[in-house]
């Protein structure tokens, strides 16, 4: 199986939302190479939206095999944490939740062990962590099953990482034998297939290009 997942970040209104909801649909279900894809499970496409947006764009996305993913999710059980978003609260909306993203690293200051109790809310509350990792220093916490790399310099910058140096990394993170390793960090339709032919890559997280409907159906198209 193949990931292939949507980071929408900060960056859409309600309608650009719909608007896009409604082309990636209408691409998709005229598809029947990559419908069946996703049917078979080789493809399984993730979509994380702005977090006011989950709801509708679970409910707009009826095509079956989509999954929803939420960008981040709270080190905290449910409780008194004005503006918080815990993982039991999102049990039952989402399946995934990114962690650690570089950009939450940086900019709010998340540490390694926040991010580990994330984690563990996660899996208390049902949801997979698909936790974001910019190198070897940053810790893995054990049991984490879908680890993405992500170079920072990489990331929204259009240098996406080499796919041999993405594979060194791999090596160098010594993942057991079931971990899925995903990349990300300027994957666009010119330079994914140069991952997806090592045949090593699990799949793909994927931020700017997956803004555009049509070109995140194309990476579907070329995955598929
Ligand atoms: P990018 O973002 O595809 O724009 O580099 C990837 C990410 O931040 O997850």
Request: with cysteine; charged share 20%.
């Amino acid at each position: 199986m193949i990931y292939l997942i949507a980071n929408w970040k900060a960056q859409q209104t309600l309608s650009q939302m719909q608007e896009w909801v409604d082309t990636f649909s209408t691409l998709l279900e005229a598809d029947e190479e990559v419908s069946n894809a996703i049917a078979s499970n080789k493809l399984q496409i993730i979509v994380c939206p702005e977090y006011p947006f989950i709801l509708a764009a679970k409910e707009m996305l009826t095509h079956s095999g989509l999954h929803i993913g939420a960008q981040n999710v709270s080190s905290k059980e449910m409780g008194k944490y004005t503006g918080e978003v815990p993982a039991e609260i999102l049990t039952d909306i989402v399946d995934y939740a990114i962690v650690g993203h570089s950009e939450r690293r940086s900019h709010f200051h998340e540490t390694d062990e926040e991010i580990a109790q994330k984690i563990i809310q996660c899996k208390q509350h049902s949801l997979n962590p698909v936790l974001c990792i910019r190198g070897e220093s940053d810790n893995i916490p054990d049991g984490v099953k879908i680890i993405a790399y992500e170079p920072v310099g990489a990331i929204g910058s259009g240098q996406n990482e080499d796919a041999n140096l993405v594979l060194e990394m791999k090596d160098k993170l010594k993942l057991s034998e079931d971990t899925i390793f995903l990349y990300g960090g300027s994957v666009s339709k010119d330079n994914i297939m140069s991952y997806a032919n090592s045949g090593k890559i699990d799949g793909y997280l994927v931020g700017t290009a997956s803004l555009d409907a049509s070109h995140f159906f194309a990476l579907a198209k070329l995955l598929s």
